[in-house]
């Protein structure tokens, strides 16, 4: 089983023709309201891929929260670990150019109250996959981060967006999953040369934190350091219409092949694919494959 404790929010998607620079103005193709926020994002991603899914978290009483969890309904997500709590629902602008490229700005609203007294204390088993971003309190996923080594369940922690975090916390987890500019962040803030390749900076990240780090690369798949070794794989070969939710597809796919038993360098295969798909249509959550989705195309995809 997997919880994912982390955001839920509405997205106000913009479609523009290009991405607006600072001080200017631009008028809008359309605008659609969707459910998002990564940890929901990432929750509906596992739930697709196969992935028995419990999401703890919290939206406002603002009426908003019930198109912020109507995704995770529909698929089956069971979220009696959110709350609904005074205040407005966690809220994204989003700006979306015709290249599918887009810049993100999050309101957090009810997910800087998200507690990890949420979670019943036998909400987490051995073995269970405990699925973390970093959207909502970092001193609270600190908290069920000690609650899973107490009971031997795995933490994936995907450090989006990117904060200064403890390196003890940081040695607790798994598995971290990262951007290129998270990586590069997450280098400067261990105090390592940045400098050198994308591999090498993989490598010593993956040596200070002592985890398994995968860096995902967009249009270019994926690179990941895993005991020692580095493995690539490809993305499928799209055209994308929006990228938003990309990585949360990544992250919720990958981790479902973890906790269904799939070794490692199949997981990130499942997240290459999951990844692609997810770009295909607008929205963070509009696109997420399902299993037989990903089992159809994972042939396809290059070794
Ligand atoms: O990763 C995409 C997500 O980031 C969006 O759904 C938005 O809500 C922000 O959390």
Same mark, same amino acid.
């Given at each position: 089983m997997i919880t994912v404790f982390g955001s839920l929010n509405v997205d106000y998607v913009f479609q523009m023709p290009a991405l607006p620079a600072p001080g200017e103005t631009l008028l809008a193709s359309s605008l659609v309201v969707l459910a998002g926020g990564k940890g929901g994002n990432q929750a509906l991603a596992a739930a697709r891929a196969g992935a028995t899914v419990h999401m703890a978290g919290a939206v406002g009483d603002d009426g908003m929260g019930d198109i912020a969890l109507a995704g995770l309904h529909g698929a089956g997500v069971?979220?009696?670990?959110v709350a609904a709590i005074h205040g407005p629902t966690g809220t994204a602008s989003i700006n979306v150019n015709g290249d599918g490229e887009n810049t993100i700005v999050v309101f957090p609203g009810a997910n800087a109250g998200?507690?990890?007294?949420?979670?019943?204390?036998?909400?987490l088993e051995a073995n269970d996959l405990l699925l973390l971003q970093m959207e909502i309190p970092v001193p609270e996923m600190a908290q069920m981060i000690s609650h899973a080594n107490r009971v031997a369940a795995k933490v994936v922690w995907n +450090?989006?967006?990117m904060q200064a975090v403890d390196i003890e916390l940081l040695r607790q987890v798994a598995i971290l999953v990262v951007n290129e500019v998270e990586l590069q962040q997450l280098g400067k803030h261990l105090g390592l040369?940045?400098?050198?390749t994308v591999a090498a900076l993989l490598a010593q990240v993956a040596e200070q934190t002592t985890n398994s780090v995968v860096l995902t690369l967009g249009a270019k798949g994926c690179l990941a350091d895993h005991q020692g070794d580095q493995i690539a794989v490809p993305a499928l070969p799209i055209k994308p219409v929006d990228t938003v939710g990309a990585g949360d597809a990544f992250c919720g796919a990958f981790a479902a092949a973890l906790d269904a038993g799939e070794p490692f360098p199949t997981a990130l295969r499942w997240g290459c694919v999951a990844g692609s798909l997810a770009?295909?249509?607008?929205?963070?959550?509009?696109? +997420?494959?399902?299993r037989d989705d990903i089992s159809s195309h994972l042939p396809t995809l290059p070794n």
């Amino acid at each position: 089983m997997i919880t994912v404790f982390g955001s839920l929010n509405v997205d106000y998607v913009f479609q523009m023709p290009a991405l607006p620079a600072p001080g200017e103005t631009l008028l809008a193709s359309s605008l659609v309201v969707l459910a998002g926020g990564k940890g929901g994002n990432q929750a509906l991603a596992a739930a697709r891929a196969g992935a028995t899914v419990h999401m703890a978290g919290a939206v406002g009483d603002d009426g908003m929260g019930d198109i912020a969890l109507a995704g995770l309904h529909g698929a089956g997500v069971n979220t009696d670990a959110v709350a609904a709590i005074h205040g407005p629902t966690g809220t994204a602008s989003i700006n979306v150019n015709g290249d599918g490229e887009n810049t993100i700005v999050v309101f957090p609203g009810a997910n800087a109250g998200a507690s990890h007294t949420q979670l019943p204390s036998r909400g987490l088993e051995a073995n269970d996959l405990l699925l973390l971003q970093m959207e909502i309190p970092v001193p609270e996923m600190a908290q069920m981060i000690s609650h899973a080594n107490r009971v031997a369940a795995k933490v994936v922690w995907n +450090l989006a967006p990117m904060q200064a975090v403890d390196i003890e916390l940081l040695r607790q987890v798994a598995i971290l999953v990262v951007n290129e500019v998270e990586l590069q962040q997450l280098g400067k803030h261990l105090g390592l040369p940045t400098d050198g390749t994308v591999a090498a900076l993989l490598a010593q990240v993956a040596e200070q934190t002592t985890n398994s780090v995968v860096l995902t690369l967009g249009a270019k798949g994926c690179l990941a350091d895993h005991q020692g070794d580095q493995i690539a794989v490809p993305a499928l070969p799209i055209k994308p219409v929006d990228t938003v939710g990309a990585g949360d597809a990544f992250c919720g796919a990958f981790a479902a092949a973890l906790d269904a038993g799939e070794p490692f360098p199949t997981a990130l295969r499942w997240g290459c694919v999951a990844g692609s798909l997810a770009c295909l249509k607008e929205g963070a959550q509009t696109a +997420l494959p399902s299993r037989d989705d990903i089992s159809s195309h994972l042939p396809t995809l290059p070794n």
